[in-house]
């Protein structure tokens, strides 16, 4: 079983808050979907170039396959 992590109410409505107006919708929506952990949600509408998302010359591989 995964041990995903789940925000508290008030942490979700910050998130989908900080995200942009035309995105907050689709930002709330991936909060209550069940096969996205709450700690990817921001991944998937993060727009910034790779580039500016790499720390230290690696990128995070946040989805492993057959886990």
Request: charged share 40%; aromatic share 6%; net charge negative.
């Amino acid at each position: 079983m995964e041990n995903k992590k789940t925000l508290t109410a008030e942490e979700k409505i910050a998130r989908i808050e900080m995200a942009p107006k035309e995105v907050q919708t689709m930002v709330a929506k991936a909060f209550l979907r069940d096969d996205i952990d709450d700690e990817d949600v921001q991944y998937m509408f993060n727009e910034d170039r790779l580039d500016l998302l790499v720390e230290d010359g690696e990128v995070e591989n946040v989805y492993t396959e057959n886990e």
